[in-house]
């Protein structure tokens, strides 16, 4: 047996979900589409471009309303949920698995007509491992865009669940065909970031289409002489294969707080904690240190610039670090051409350095370390081994309220409300 067939043979097996997985799949699904359905706001321009794919209704947009074929639909929800940095992430795999898959089961459980509550769960944990796994099986730098590569073959997979086709290997090999997405999107800070993760969310519904007309792909995408982990990434599938079944991964993902790249969370969650706990004010603050892993200051350290695309400031820790000061909150509502030319947010981006520390993981998001020196002499330290919303670190109620009742205002008129008040039954009933 392959590392590749003992994936298979877990994708396509039948699976009960314990209490604990079964938990963290309803949460994070509910996280999931509600930024989604706040992401609805930043999409219009690619909802524009979809509808001229095709004039099927099979499958939901996210927030607004409207339908397009499931393919096109998939990949609107897919930008809608990245588009606002705000989507749950596996920090060991270094993937956005829920968006992904979310994305792409939605939109094969609607054209199907619908499915039972335990079956979605199921295929929703079930890609979110397969992705997640693929993160974790690679051991060198990230050079594409790794949430939206092994994202799209997790998705796949999951899909091929929903639509209950044989031939996994098949579908396997056509998502890895279509698998696409660098780190350069990253680096420059565009929006073809989200349209990457949405590129991968059709390419998951295709796959599978393809494969029940009749096509079929390479068996050995994973592990041959040009898969994944010879042209894509640098690592043995069998890292996670070999443990397949003593861990649902979906439990290791974590929540966002802050609408911005997960690198930037534990310098941001350190300054909301010290502001609410009156410990300094903006004011106080004449610098501060972020001492960090090689990969967060690859993700995060670059230049506030007066002109710069909200895609870019997203991943900007400077320009976050002085929004957090001034606003003691991210909104992505401030996002605007005003305040990135605000001077005293300038200012404020000015104080922060970020140094490198000796993690010599290509791939590690923490620990952390922050130092804030204060005006008069003193300073203050901390140390994150886990930033909030990691599975040993949680959001609390009512931070977790807080995030839901900003995704409502932002996602403004929802026709169909269960997208906040009965996630779950949303996403299996396209009533």
Same mark, same amino acid.
């Given at each position: ?30 996280? &999931?589409?509600? !930024? ?13 471009? $979809? =509808? ?11 927030? @607004? ?8 639909? %998939?990949?609107?929800?897919?930008? @809608? ?43 929703? $944990?079930?890609? !979110? ?11 060198? $730098?990230?050079?594409?865009? /790794? ?11 999951? !899909? ?5 086709? *044989? ?40 796959? +599978?289409?393809? +494969? ?8 050995? #995408?994973?592990? *041959?002489?040009?898969?994944?982990? @010879? ?9 996670? &294969?070999?443990?397949?079944?003593? =861990? ?28 609410? %706990? ?31 695309? =909200? ?34 947010? =300038? ?16 791939? $590690? ?6 130092? +804030? /020196? ?21 959001? &609390? ?13 932002? #996602? ?6 269960? +997208? ?12």
């Amino acid at each position: 047996m392959s590392a590749t067939s003992d994936l298979l043979d877990f994708a396509r097996a039948e699976h009960r979900l314990g209490g604990s997985t079964k938990a963290a799949a309803s949460r994070l699904l509910a996280d &999931t589409l509600a !930024v989604g359905a706040a992401g609805a706001s930043a999409s219009a321009p690619v909802e524009a471009a $979809a =509808a001229t794919w095709g004039t099927g209704k099979d499958a939901r947009l996210l927030g @607004r309303g409207g339908r397009l074929p499931a393919p096109s639909a %998939a990949f609107v929800n897919g930008f @809608r949920i990245h588009c606002l940095e705000w989507d749950s992430v596996h920090a060991g795999a270094v993937v956005h698995a829920m968006s992904v898959v979310t994305a792409a089961i939605a939109a094969a459980i609607d054209r199907r007509g619908g499915c039972e509550p335990e079956e979605a769960l199921v295929a929703l $944990a079930v890609g !979110v491992d397969i992705a997640s796994g693929l993160g974790i099986a690679s051991t060198g $730098a990230i050079r594409f865009f /790794r949430p939206a590569t092994a994202g799209g073959i997790g998705a796949a997979l999951a !899909v091929a669940r929903i639509d209950r086709i *044989g031939r996994f290997e098949d579908v396997l090999g056509l998502a890895y065909s279509q698998a696409a997405g660098t780190m350069q999107a990253h680096v420059e800070g565009s929006v073809a970031l989200p349209l990457q993760i949405a590129n991968a969310a059709r390419a998951a519904i295709s796959a +599978v289409d393809l +494969v029940r007309a009749g096509l079929g792909g390479p068996h050995q #995408a994973l592990e *041959g002489p040009f898969g994944y982990f @010879r042209l894509f990434e640098e690592g043995e599938l069998s890292a996670y &294969t070999n443990h397949l079944g003593s =861990a649902w991964l979906i439990e290791q993902v974590s929540t966002k707080p802050y609408p911005s790249g997960r690198a930037s969370h534990a310098l941001l969650g350190s300054i909301d904690d010290l502001l609410r %706990a009156g410990e300094i004010s903006a004011d106080d603050v004449a610098f501060v240190e972020a001492h960090v892993p090689p990969l967060v200051r690859r993700l995060v350290d670059r230049p506030m610039l007066p002109e710069m695309s =909200a895609s870019y400031a997203r991943l900007c820790l400077p320009w976050l670090t002085a929004l957090m000061l001034e606003d003691r909150c991210i909104d992505s509502r401030r996002f605007t051409k005003d305040a990135f030319a605000d001077p005293v947010l =300038a200012e404020r981006a000015g104080t922060l350095t970020i140094l490198l520390d000796d993690n010599e993981d290509p791939n $590690a998001l923490e620990p952390q370390r922050i130092v +804030v /020196r204060l005006r008069d002499g003193s300073s203050i330290e901390r140390r994150v081994a886990q930033m909030l919303g990691g599975p040993d670190a949680p959001m &609390t109620h009512e931070q977790s309220r807080a995030k839901q009742d900003l995704a409502r205002e932002l #996602a403004g008129e929802v026709p169909d409300q269960r +997208v906040f008040d009965d996630p779950l039954g949303y996403f299996t009933d396209p009533r």
